[in-house]
């Protein structure tokens, strides 16, 4: 079986069998969803699957992340980024452009593999 960095646009069963797979393997839970509100990714990153938190360092890092999204959204008229929270166990950004979902999913996931390998 093959282990995906994040599941997008998935079904709720399919979500539910990447949590397991998370927490068997002690990887992140990342998932994205496009918004039906305003057609941008709704993406989540859930720790409670792994034995690591997020430092105050990656949290920063994630936030030059979406920072740098929302740059992007402003500059090419797409809808407004929404919001996003970042703590220890969890964080969610609610806006993220369908052209950088991909990317910015596999960077979350990058992250945290680079401190907690």
Request: proline share 3%; net charge negative; hydrophobic share 30%.
């Amino acid at each position: 079986m093959t282990f995906h960095k994040y599941l997008g646009d998935s079904k709720m069963f399919e979500y539910d069998k990447h949590y397991r797979q998370c927490q068997q393997l002690n990887k992140p839970f990342i998932k994205a969803r496009i918004s039906p509100k305003h057609g941008s990714y709704y993406v989540q990153i859930d720790l409670m699957t792994c034995d690591y938190k997020l430092s105050t360092q990656e949290q920063e890092e994630i936030k030059k992340l979406v920072y740098d999204e929302i740059k992007f959204v402003k500059s090419n008229s797409k809808p407004d980024f929404q919001d996003f929270n970042i703590n220890k166990e969890l964080a969610w950004f609610d806006g993220i452009s369908t052209e950088h979902m991909d990317e910015f999913c596999n960077s979350l996931y990058d992250l945290t593999q680079k401190y907690h390998n």
